[in-house]
């Protein structure tokens, strides 16, 4: 029986494969198709280990062209590989990163740009894992960008001023000593601050304020009466208005003489007047009495309140003529004035 292209007779020695030669196969029997596509096989694996060991950039050629004609076999199979070995793919992910860093890099930047969501999460979960890491990643970030922490500190201070507030506050109970250095430090660069608060504090709490000075003045009598020689020395008009008019001032007043004040040395008004004039409001002026034993009935706890005089109410049950201001020769001569109502009505 003739062979196609070939004048010798069948069947006939199966040649072996050289690496240098063609190979020849014969055309298949069906006597032999088993043992002739067994050896075909075998003569292929031959093939391509030779290839792959002589050749390997043929190799990757072939199989680089492969893939892009057909990169769904080729996924398939790099996922179904990684699948039979995570060990190895990790171990190639590791080299290729070493190897090309800023491929790394610009590839999880462009996955977490399409997958905000998810980078989120992992690092969320990561810090849960590892505080320590976070922390000393955020406390060397904030080291060498500081103006991105300050930015970032008064953004989130303004969206959310309670809570920082709140924090604060408990900042500085834990840390007093280091509150005041702050606040005195404040003070010392900005003292125009410092001095419009303290003003406006004042205006809104005067209790407070005055409190504070009576306070002050107490623990440190050389300090306020420096202060008020230094303020009679810048102001000597004011010293002689309080001087000679003591009534004007509620310190000064009949009803809280003030014994500091030099009254004997003026020639307008004398000591003994004074106390004479006092005594005797006190004891004959029923306004002022009125007023003494409402004071008296105001509680203690009580802050607001108003005492008010009608000058056109008249008590009931007494003379209308009685409370009348006292006109000179209207009275009874049986009554004689006291030294001072005379000196009074002169």
């Not at 072996?16 to 029997?29: F, R, S, Y």
């Not at 190639?92 to 998810?118: C, D, F, I, N, T």
């Not at 004007?248 to 007043?253: D, E, V």
């Not at 014994?259 to 106390?275: N, R, W």
């Amino acid at each position: 029986m003739n062979l196609n292209n070939n004048h010798q007779q069948w069947p006939m020695p199966q040649q072996q494969w050289q690496p240098q030669q063609q190979p020849w196969t014969p055309m298949p029997v069906w006597a032999n198709h088993y043992s002739f596509w067994t050896q075909q096989q075998m003569a292929d694996q031959q093939r391509q280990q030779y290839m792959q060991a002589e050749h390997p950039e043929a190799v990757r050629a072939a199989a680089a062209r492969y893939q892009a004609e057909h990169p769904e076999v080729h996924q398939a199979s790099a996922a179904r590989y990684q699948a039979e070995h995570p060990d190895v793919n990790q171990a190639a992910v590791a080299r290729y990163q070493a190897k090309h860093p800023e491929v790394h890099q610009a590839s999880a930047a462009r996955y977490q740009a399409e997958h905000p969501e998810v980078h989120q999460a992992s690092a969320a979960r990561y810090q849960a894992e590892h505080p320590e890491v976070h922390q000393a990643s955020a406390a060397r970030y904030q080291a060498e960008h500081p103006e991105v922490h300050q930015a970032s500190a008064a953004r989130y201070q303004a969206e959310h001023p309670k809570v920082h507030q709140a924090s604060a506050a408990r900042y500085q109970a834990e840390h007093p000593d280091v509150n005041q250095a702050a606040v005195a430090r404040y003070q010392a660069e900005h003292p125009e601050v410092h001095q419009a608060s303290a003003a406006r504090y004042q205006a809104e709490h005067p209790e407070v304020h005055q409190a504070s000075a009576a306070r002050y003045q107490a623990e440190h009598p050389e300090v306020h009466q420096a202060s008020a020689a230094r303020y009679q020395a810048k102001n000597p008009s004011a010293r002689n208005e309080r001087r000679l008019r003591p009534w004007i001032i509620k310190a000064n007043s009949a009803f809280n003489y003030n014994f500091g004040t030099a009254y004997s040395t003026d020639k307008m008004i004398t000591l003994e007047l004074v106390k004479a004039l006092q005594s005797m409001l006190h004891q004959c002026n029923p306004y002022i009495k009125d007023f003494k034993t409402a004071l008296q009935k105001v509680p203690k706890d009580c802050k607001d309140y108003k005492m008010v005089i009608h000058a056109d109410k008249k008590p009931a049950g007494a003379h209308k003529g009685r409370f009348n201001a006292p006109q000179q020769g209207t009275f009874d001569k049986r009554f004689q004035l006291c030294p001072v109502e005379q000196e009074l009505m002169r």
